[in-house]
Structure formats: C-alpha cells, structure tokens
C-alpha cells in the first residue's frame, strides 16, 4: 500500500484535521485508489527500506518494505532490488500522513 507524503503537519488526512499534513498538500489520491502506472522510484532508503516514488503528476509517495510483498524477507529482497528511475505498480494509495521531522526537529536533506 502506497502512503502519500505530506508536507507539513502530523495529521491524518483522512481525518481532515490538522490542516498542514492533509491530503490536499500534495494532491495525494484518497486511500483505496490503484495507480496502475506511472509510479518512479526515487530513493529507497537502505535502513528503513521504505520506497520513495513520485507518482504521476509529482506527487510523492512512500511504499515500505512490509507492504512490498506478504514475506518481510520477499519484501526487503524487493525493495533493496529497485533503483532510482524503476517504475513500479500497480500501488493501492493508503492514507495520506506527513513522513518528515517532528516539526521542533531540523529536517534532514536525503542523500543525494
């Protein structure tokens, strides 16, 4: 399951509160929405083994390890295979949450 990824706050979009971390930040497509296509691997993170992807229309995503496959082992296998510029889906959208730093925290840039 694909996670968008906010901009700004903590809150759910689903839920519609907070504001800054909903949905409507980055135009993320409401849960239960397949993409069939079009998503681009961006970065995968090698501890975490989370999967950045911009999906069609710039908008950023997150697939985690876990989701990649029903095994953990398959899972990780896979994502530690996929490249930046791979293209990835089908991908079911999940709710939409803001994966940055704690607002009192600095951000971090990603390796580049």
Not at 13 to 31: F, Q
Not at 59 to 69: E, H, K, L, N, R
Not at 82 to 98: E, F, M, S, T
Request: aromatic letters at 2%.
């Amino acid at each position: 399951m694909l996670r968008g990824s906010g901009g700004g706050g903590d809150a759910d979009a689903d839920t519609g509160e907070g504001g800054e971390g909903e949905r409507s930040d980055v135009g993320a497509p409401p849960p239960g929405t397949v993409i069939e296509s079009g998503a681009v691997v961006k970065r995968v993170d090698e501890t975490t083994g989370n999967v950045q992807v911009t999906l069609p229309g710039g908008i950023p995503g997150v697939v985690t390890a876990a989701q990649m496959s029903d095994h953990p082992l398959t899972g990780a296998a896979l994502a530690a295979a996929l490249k930046p510029g791979d293209a990835i889906g089908p991908l079911v959208a999940g709710p939409a949450r803001y994966w940055g730093p704690a607002k009192s925290q600095p951000a971090i840039q990603p390796d580049k």
